[in-house]
């Protein structure tokens, strides 16, 4: 089943965003074709995926900081938004953790492929468009953990406010958001953050601010916080 919201106005300040993932997308699926069920072609999408954004190098801090993170009563039923999910690169992280994965992005590029990427996996995927500040049409109450990475660190601070207010609405009490920030001295065209700007945030919409880790990813910080 699929989730979907047809984006009735564009966003004047993600219109940019849109069409840079857009041209990810396009760039990496048009590697494999929709109809060959081959590995080698798959693997090669992958591949050039990470040209985009390096994974090799990210992998295995990931993993390991998610176990950090997580806290064991977690365990592996979770039902989890992956916020800026395009291929779904770091979409298998999150499936040791998932019974049910949302992926959320502003294009819909990349979702077949995440489909194809995981059809094996034992974790049911939905998806949906979202027009870049909200989370509509999925049910309140209803979130257990919220990952983003590699999405947000461009989104305008009035954006990401919009979606604090959803976070706080689709979660559960005692979930956690697990969401990459950019902070001062990062690169050009990142949305800089302040760790009082990301508590602030925080206390804004019911969450407890946990933590702002080094990232784990390319540049920022990770926001580590619980729902209350």
């Given amino acids: 089943m699929t989730i979907r919201k047809e984006i009735a106005v564009d966003l004047n300040t993600l219109k940019g965003q849109k069409e840079y993932y857009k041209n990810v997308c396009k760039d990496i699926v048009k590697i494999y074709n929709k109809k060959n ?26 993993r390991e900081s998610l176990e950090e993170q997580l806290p064991t009563w977690f365990g592996n039923n979770l039902t989890i938004i992956n916020l800026g ?16 994965i949302i992926c959320v ?8 492929y ?17 027009q870049g500040d909200e989370l509509e049409n999925i049910e309140s109450n209803s979130i257990d953990f919220i990952f983003s990475a590699d999405s947000l660190t461009r989104t305008p601070k009035n954006i990401l406010q919009k979606y604090f207010i959803e976070f706080s609405r689709v979660t559960k009490r005692s979930s956690l958001l697990y969401i ?10 990142m949305i800089e953050y302040s760790i009082e700007e990301v508590q602030n945030l925080c206390y804004a919409n019911d969450f407890e601010f946990i933590d702002f880790i080094p990232s784990v990813f390319t540049v920022g910080s990770i926001l580590v916080a619980r729902r209350i």
Wanted: aromatic share 16%; proline share 4%; net charge negative.
């Fill in 37 to 62: 069920d081959d590995f080698t072609l798959l693997q090669k999408a992958i591949s050039k995926e990470n040209c985009y954004h390096p994974y090799s190098d990210y992998k295995d801090i990931l």
């Fill in 180 to 189: 990459h920030l950019s902070t001062p001295d990062d690169y050009k065209n």
């Fill in 105 to 112: 992005d502003i294009v819909d590029d990349g979702f077949w």
């Fill in 85 to 100: 999910s395009l291929t779904g690169k770091w979409t298998g992280h999150l499936i040791p953790y998932a019974k049910q």
């Fill in 114 to 130: 995440i489909q194809e990427r995981y059809k094996h996996e034992d974790c049911e995927f939905k998806f949906y468009l979202t």
